[in-house]
């Protein structure tokens, strides 16, 4: 019953796009995909343009993005009660597949994850260099005040003075082997319970620009840490796993529509840490739609025209 509710849940997507660089020859036409994406911004945006380009391509396209937690949305293309979203490569090794350790290099473990979740009936396309991984970051008066930069340097100040160290974390870092406690362990860091607090995403920047928390969790694409003038903390022993984002299609529906991988590529190719920050401050710093916002690089990069 559960699935069958969620089957029902999304809307279709009805964006009036041609193809422009992508989706020539709508080698999609006739298919019907539905589009996941996790609730957050950036997942937002990554959602409506895989499905924008599908719509190019000639697809029906129904709009399932904006589902809770990382698990909602890999679990229903899993089930195949969604055919594709972003997903990325630090969450599908550690989080899906439960290794503890992430690989450093990128490619390698994009390949990794590849092989590993084909036997869960998903496949991984060519991956971007869109990199959302975990950062710690600090108001521009709190880095005057203690001048940390990197990682190894938070670690030696919260023990030379263990009240400096204040956090404001998601409920969902603070609990991930790839979030507090993994870092904690790997630079030797005990954070007291009391110096971290857990709030949501919007909070957390927002109160680590007041300084209401010496260092707050970031996401190193998210465009509120150029606009606020955070300053990111290095993860200088490469602790946090690569996050590079990628689509994820269910292997039945890839194998019934293989133009999806040609259709996706060269938006994909596209999208870096730049790409990400601009278009996802647009959203959280100015207030605007993630799918208008999305629409608007698909058509000024050329990928898509509208009628």
Known sequence: ????????????????????????????????????SKEFTEQLILGAIMGIAFQAAGAEVIDRTGIQGSVGSREAVVKGEADAGFEYTGTGWITYLGNSRPIPDPREQWLAVREADAKNGVTWLEPSELNNTYALAMNQANYERYRTRTLSEVAELATSDPGAVTLCVEGEFANRADGLPGLEKAYGMSIPAGNVTQMDTGIIYTQTAKGACTYGEVFTT???IKSMNLVVMEDDKKFFPNY??????????LKKWPAIAGVLAPVTEKLDNTVAQTLNARVDVDGEDPHQVALDWMVAEGFVKER
Request: a neutral charge.
């Open 1 to 36: 019953m559960v699935a069958g509710c969620g089957l029902t849940s999304g809307s279709p997507m009805v964006d009036d796009v041609e193809p422009g660089t992508v989706g020539r020859g709508k080698p999609l036409e006739g298919a019907k995909l539905t589009v996941t």
């Open 222 to 224: 998210d465009g509120r």
């Open 244 to 253: 590079n984002a990628a689509p994820t299609v269910n292997s039945k529906t």
